[in-house]
């Protein structure tokens, strides 16, 4: 079954981080884009973060600086690292397929369920 | 880098027409054919319903279109249905300091 399946959501403090890990499964990663969305509760989807098959790396002005992303393509496996986090940042992270590597464009046509990060005070 | 601009909410009734706006720049929706539209109900994950401005992917309803103009793009829904009733986003590929940049969502109410 072609999916995606994001873990390592969890409750932390402010100024705590946290790894979020994304496998994918049914489809060799390493012929795709990959993107973190999140949508905070009862928000809009925001985009996060980028990274190519290659390994380019893009970031949404609100994280750049504080949250890394990676990827093994061997491992079919993506990850976040996020760190200093804020109330802000509190989400459903979500793991989503961009492109085929191969082409152009912009959009998401695979999502994982997503995993929650809640920052409290 | 600001969200793309979508009507809050919009409504129909079944079997009417409906159309979703998506206003952006010149960095964005103006500069590429890289807009794509999502359908996300309560609880459940976004799906992607158009890419490249209006392009539907395997499996999506043909009740769904895409298109754009200048600077703004358009989803319509034709021939309205009750599961139809569903937050939309829009998204676009940007040139900014960003990558890319979803709309804020509008929700739609079938009546």
């Known amino acids: 079954e072609v999916q995606l399946v994001e873990t390592g959501g969890g409750l932390v403090q402010p100024g705590g981080s946290l790894r979020l890990s994304c496998e994918a499964s049914?489809?060799?990663?390493?012929?795709?884009?990959m993107n973190w969305v999140r949508q905070a509760p009862g928000r809009g989807l925001e985009w996060v973060s980028y990274?190519?098959?290659?390994?380019?790396?893009k970031y949404a002005d609100s994280v750049r600086g504080r949250f890394t992303i990676s990827r093994d393509n061997a491992k079919n496996s993506l990850w976040l690292q996020v760190n200093s986090l804020t109330t802000e940042d509190t989400a459903v992270y979500y793991c989503a397929r961009g492109v085929p590597s191969t082409i152009s464009g912009w959009y998401f046509d695979l999502w994982g369920r997503g995993t929650l990060v809640s920052v409290f005070s | 880098q600001s969200a793309l601009t979508q009507p809050a909410s919009v409504s129909g009734s079944p079997g009417q027409s409906i159309t979703i706006s998506c206003a952006g720049t010149n960095s964005d929706i103006g500069a590429y054919d890289y807009v794509s539209w999502y359908q996300q109900h309560p609880g459940k994950v976004p799906k992607l319903m158009i890419y490249d401005v209006n392009n539907r992917p395997s499996g999506v309803s043909n009740r769904f279109s895409g298109s754009k103009s200048g600077n703004t793009a358009f989803l319509t829904i034709s021939g309205l249905q009750a599961d139809d009733e569903a937050d939309y986003y829009c998204s676009a590929h940007t040139s900014g300091t960003t990558l890319g940049i979803f709309g804020g969502g509008t929700k739609l109410t079938v009546l």
């Open positions: 990274i190519s098959s290659a390994g380019t790396r």
């Open positions: 049914g489809f060799p990663l390493v012929d795709f884009n």
